[in-house]
């Protein structure tokens, strides 16, 4: 291999290493951004409708103990909103099924609603539960328990999954970065091992032909320099060395 | 010292490493897991690193004594560094430390791991982690070698660096045959492993790299419980069959199969070798089963297993050893200090010291009371040389010395004595787990930053055999 071609490797090299890190950055950034997203779309909506079904259950809980009060119209009111934005928080759920078996905690929630809302449908003012706390608390804070569970094991899912996300961001951070140190690193060792290999198969021979052509000039003493390679310095070494034997013997 | 002769061959053996570099980012790539990028990375920057030497630097056949041990210290160091590459890449338990432990640990076949989830790793990074055991288990330069066609003595030199002092002398055979018989038993005990492994019902990539590690003698596994996973007496039968040939010399082994009159039935090393393991089996089982421990056909199952796990210096576990007796503890604990054979892949002191030293104590007790005779050493009617001798008995000293020291710098970190000792000892043997918070079935993601980087020297100066790696800081005396 020539000179010009081996120089040209060394140069290839660490530009291809230096871009190759770069490509792989910005590919892993990119993620980065992706999974940024993720998170948003996948875990926060549905955290945040977990939140908003459980602002909705304590309204509704509210709304039923100012039936038990005999308050019709408050009451109503005040379940009827809870309801609607149980529904609202609901709907963000099911359409946000992102997690491995999410679908069931989401059914589960439903069902579990489904009881709860059955303790308030009926009429409870004027009949003979106003004022039964008793009634309350065996029914209908139990079903309201028991669908607040349910939400929260919901919740905590998004929330767990969030967290590795969150994790798997670090570690894509960490990738993203990795490649651009191992790539400054490896072009200071690099350019180390290069300008040594330069100084060794180029420079030093030059320098030594340059000393032993003087030393020539000035004493007659023929070339002692070996030639390693068989590239153009090498071929330099052995036509000056042939040139000086030659003119020394003519 | 021509640098550029000792960077041509360190380049060779980087590409050695790039090759399998490549093979873990295939799997990775089949698998479609995260260790894409990183693996293909480090393939990439093992590929450049290895490639731009053999470009400047023209083919040579000489190189001197010198130059061959510092080829082979320099080719440890160095791809112990780029071994880390995919590691640190990938990121999770890995930091800069633990990725060197990590590692080192593989290429040493030590099999000591940080990890204290093995099972989340991606399979492409499960893959390079047990193909460090199977780059390390016969010698970064053994493996060039053979690779490399027409080095003339250069070869004789590398192997001669490579190979423990006390192999080179057991293998009768031409340079190049030596090679060739250690690939040939290497990889023809690798293929016959994962065959039994998977026809008693592993994965094919789990049999795969648990062959790695079995015939490394490392102790990778791709399970946080390693074999106790599986919870098979045929799986484990298979590894404590395989476990076995592996601490035995390759060349008695080569002998055996191709019927050479001098094989592993004729060894006295090898009849040492099997006697020991057999008793501390006996004795760690009969331990077990009378303190009520097993039932006693499974204080036989485990006792067989960890006595030779720890015995080959493979590190592979069936049960939790940390609880057991102290007297159990302690017979495991020779097994870690003691090892299997030289020409093996194992580390640790090795049976053949230990025989010259059993020799040596009879000869200088004969030498008490005939103070004039002449006592000579004889292993299978080869006369041993005083040289190798003297070598031996200083190695056991220096290698009990370091063990010790280094157990005390553990200790000095605030690692408790029983965590310190094993660790030490089971990582300058290249055995693996220890006991304490590294047992069988922990791991050393608790031991501090400088304790991993001097037990990572344990490492290395035990799979160099102290001597090597001390030659490395003596430069001046070989000019």
Same mark, same amino acid.
């Given at each position: 291999?020539?000179?010009?071609?081996?120089?040209?490797?060394?140069?290839?090299?660490?530009?291809?290493?230096?871009?190759?890190?770069?490509?792989?950055?910005?590919?892993?950034?990119?993620?980065?951004?992706?999974?940024?997203?993720?998170?948003?779309?996948?875990?926060?909506?549905?955290?945040?409708?977990?939140?908003?079904?459980?602002?909705?259950?304590?309204?509704?809980?509210?709304?039923?103990?100012?039936?038990?009060?005999?308050?019709?119209?408050?009451?109503?009111?005040?379940?009827?909103?809870?309801?609607?934005?149980?529904?609202?928080?609901?709907?963000?759920?099911?359409?946000?099924?992102?997690?491995?078996?999410?679908?069931?905690?989401?059914?589960?929630?439903?069902?579990?609603?489904?009881?709860?809302?059955?303790?308030?449908?009926?009429?409870?003012?004027?009949?003979?539960?106003?004022?039964?706390?008793?009634?309350?608390?065996?029914?209908?804070?139990?079903?309201?328990?028991?669908?607040?569970?349910?939400?929260?094991?919901?919740?905590?899912?998004?929330?767990?999954?969030?967290?590795?996300?969150?994790?798997?961001?670090?570690?894509?951070?960490?990738?993203?970065?990795?490649?651009?140190?191992?790539?400054?690193?490896?072009?200071?060792?690099?350019?180390?091992?290069?300008?040594?290999?330069?100084?060794?198969?180029?420079?030093?021979?030059?320098?030594?032909?340059?000393?032993?052509?003087?030393?020539?000039?000035?004493?007659?003493?023929?070339?002692?320099?070996?030639?390693?390679?068989?590239?153009?310095?090498?071929?330099?070494?052995?036509?000056?060395?042939?040139?000086?034997?030659?003119?020394?013997?003519? | 010292?021509?640098?550029?002769?000792?960077?041509?061959?360190?380049?060779?053996?980087?590409?050695?490493?790039?090759?399998?570099?490549?093979?873990?980012?295939?799997?990775?790539?089949?698998?479609?897991?995260?260790?894409?990028?990183?693996?293909?990375?480090?393939?990439?920057?093992?590929?450049?690193?290895?490639?731009?030497?053999?470009?400047?630097?023209?083919?040579?056949?000489?190189?001197?004594?010198?130059?061959?041990?510092?080829?082979?210290?320099?080719?440890?160091?160095?791809?112990?560094?780029?071994?880390?590459?995919?590691?640190?890449?990938?990121?999770?338990?890995?930091?800069?430390?633990?990725?060197?432990?990590?590692?080192?640990?593989?290429?040493?076949?030590?099999?000591?791991?940080?990890?204290?989830?093995?099972?989340?790793?991606?399979?492409?990074?499960?893959?390079?982690?047990?193909?460090?055991?199977?780059?390390?288990?016969?010698?970064?330069?053994?493996?060039?070698?053979?690779?490399?066609?027409?080095?003339?003595?250069?070869?004789?030199?590398?192997?001669?660096?490579?190979?423990?002092?006390?192999?080179?002398?057991?293998?009768?055979?031409?340079?190049?045959?030596?090679?060739?018989?250690?690939?040939?038993?290497?990889?023809?005990?690798?293929?016959?492993?994962?065959?039994?492994?998977?026809?008693?019902?592993?994965?094919?990539?789990?049999?795969?790299?648990?062959?790695?590690?079995?015939?490394?003698?490392?102790?990778?596994?791709?399970?946080?419980?390693?074999?106790?996973?599986?919870?098979?007496?045929?799986?484990?039968?298979?590894?404590?069959?395989?476990?076995?040939?592996?601490?035995?010399?390759?060349?008695?082994?080569?002998?055996?199969?191709?019927?050479?009159?001098?094989?592993?039935?004729?060894?006295?090393?090898?009849?040492?070798?099997?006697?020991?393991?057999?008793?501390?089996?006996?004795?760690?089982?009969?331990?077990?089963?009378?303190?009520?421990?097993?039932?006693?056909?499974?204080?036989?199952?485990? %006792? $067989?297993?960890?006595?030779? @796990?720890? *015995?080959?210096?493979?590190?592979? !576990?069936?049960?939790? =050893? &940390?609880?057991?007796? +102290?007297?159990?503890?302690?017979?495991?604990?020779?097994?870690?200090?003691?090892?299997?054979?030289?020409?093996?892949?194992?580390?640790?002191?090795?049976?053949?010291?230990?025989?010259?030293?059993?020799?040596?104590?009879?000869?200088?007790?004969?030498?008490?009371?005939?103070?004039?005779?002449?006592?000579?050493?004889?292993?299978?009617?080869?006369?041993?040389?005083?040289?190798?001798?003297?070598?031996?008995?200083?190695?056991?000293?220096?290698?009990?010395?370091?063990?010790?020291? %280094? $157990?005390?710098?553990?200790? @000095?970190? *605030?690692?408790?004595?029983?965590? !310190?000792?094993?660790? =030490? &000892?089971?990582?300058? +043997?290249?055995?693996?787990?220890?006991?304490?918070?590294?047992?069988?079935?922990?791991?050393?993601?608790?031991?501090?930053?400088?304790?991993?980087?001097?037990?990572?020297?344990?490492?290395?100066?035990?799979?160099?055999?102290?001597?090597?790696?001390?030659?490395?800081?003596?430069?001046?005396?070989?000019?």
């Amino acid at each position: 291999m020539g000179i010009r071609l081996k120089i040209l490797a060394g140069f290839v090299i660490l530009a291809t290493m230096l871009l190759i890190a770069g490509l792989i950055s910005i590919h892993e950034l990119m993620n980065i951004g992706n999974y940024v997203q993720k998170l948003l779309d996948d875990n926060y909506k549905s955290i945040e409708a977990t939140g908003t079904m459980l602002e909705a259950l304590e309204r509704e809980d509210s709304g039923i103990l100012l039936l038990l009060m005999g308050n019709w119209e408050d009451g109503r009111k005040v379940i009827k909103e809870g309801d609607d934005l149980f529904k609202k928080g609901f709907l963000s759920a099911e359409s946000n099924l992102t997690i491995p078996n999410e679908d069931k905690y989401v059914e589960k929630v439903s069902l579990d609603y489904d009881i709860y809302m059955k303790t308030w449908e009926r009429p409870i003012v004027g009949t003979d539960k106003e004022g039964n706390f008793d009634w309350y608390y065996n029914k209908s804070h139990l079903a309201f328990l028991q669908v607040k569970k349910s939400v929260k094991q919901l919740m905590e899912i998004n929330q767990e999954t969030m967290y590795k996300t969150g994790s798997e961001l670090k570690n894509r951070a960490q990738r993203a970065v990795m490649p651009g140190i191992v790539a400054i690193i490896g072009a200071v060792v690099f350019t180390a091992l290069f300008s040594f290999f330069i100084n060794h198969y180029f420079i030093r021979p030059l320098v030594q032909l340059t000393k032993g052509i003087e030393e020539y000039n000035s004493t007659g003493k023929e070339l002692t320099i070996a030639s390693e390679t068989s590239d153009e310095m090498g071929r330099l070494i052995n036509s000056i060395k042939n040139l000086l034997h030659r003119l020394t013997y003519k | 010292m021509r640098i550029h002769v000792i960077s041509r061959y360190v380049g060779l053996v980087l590409l050695f490493n790039a090759i399998f570099l490549f093979l873990s980012f295939l799997v990775s790539v089949f698998n479609s897991d995260a260790a894409v990028y990183p693996l293909l990375y480090s393939f990439l920057i093992t590929l450049l690193f290895g490639i731009f030497p053999l470009i400047f630097v023209p083919k040579t056949d000489f190189i001197s004594k010198e130059e061959g041990f510092f080829i082979v210290i320099l080719a440890w160091l160095i791809i112990c560094f780029f071994g880390i590459l995919p590691f640190i890449l990938w990121g999770g338990e890995f930091t800069f430390t633990n990725a060197w432990f990590e590692s080192v640990s593989g290429y040493t076949t030590t099999g000591s791991s940080i990890l204290t989830n093995i099972e989340v790793l991606p399979k492409g990074l499960l893959f390079w982690r047990s193909a460090t055991h199977f780059i390390g288990g016969v010698g970064i330069i053994v493996f060039a070698m053979v690779v490399l066609p027409n080095l003339g003595h250069a070869r004789f030199v590398l192997l001669r660096s490579e190979l423990s002092p006390l192999a080179g002398s057991n293998f009768k055979f031409q340079t190049r045959k030596v090679l060739h018989i250690l690939l040939y038993v290497y990889g023809g005990l690798t293929l016959a492993e994962t065959i039994f492994l998977h026809i008693f019902g592993m994965s094919l990539f789990d049999a795969l790299l648990h062959s790695f590690a079995t015939i490394a003698t490392g102790g990778f596994s791709t399970r946080n419980l390693s074999i106790a996973y599986y919870n098979s007496p045929a799986i484990e039968t298979v590894i404590i069959i395989f476990m076995i040939l592996s601490g035995m010399h390759f060349g008695l082994l080569f002998a055996t199969i191709t019927g050479l009159s001098f094989n592993i039935f004729k060894s006295s090393v090898v009849k040492y070798y099997v006697f020991a393991m057999m008793a501390g089996i006996i004795m760690v089982a009969a331990n077990l089963y009378i303190k009520g421990f097993y039932s006693l056909p499974d204080s036989i199952r485990f %006792s $067989a297993f960890q006595v030779i @796990s720890l *015995g080959t210096s493979t590190g592979f !576990a069936n049960a939790d =050893s &940390a609880n057991w007796t +102290g007297f159990a503890r302690m017979i495991l604990i020779f097994f870690t200090l003691q090892c299997a054979c030289a020409g093996s892949t194992s580390g640790g002191i090795k049976v053949d010291r230990i025989i010259i030293f059993i020799k040596s104590i009879k000869n200088q007790v004969l030498m008490l009371r005939h103070p004039r005779g002449v006592f000579t050493i004889k292993i299978d009617n080869n006369l041993i040389e005083d040289e190798i001798i003297r070598n031996a008995l200083v190695f056991i000293v220096l290698y009990v010395l370091i063990v010790f020291l %280094s $157990a005390l710098v553990l200790a @000095s970190f *605030g690692v408790d004595s029983t965590t !310190a000792i094993s660790a =030490s &000892a089971a990582t300058m +043997g290249n055995v693996g787990p220890g006991f304490g918070e590294v047992s069988s079935m922990a791991n050393f993601s608790t031991i501090p930053d400088a304790g991993k980087w001097l037990l990572t020297a344990n490492m290395l100066l035990g799979r160099l055999e102290i001597y090597g790696f001390i030659s490395l800081f003596m430069l001046k005396t070989w000019r």
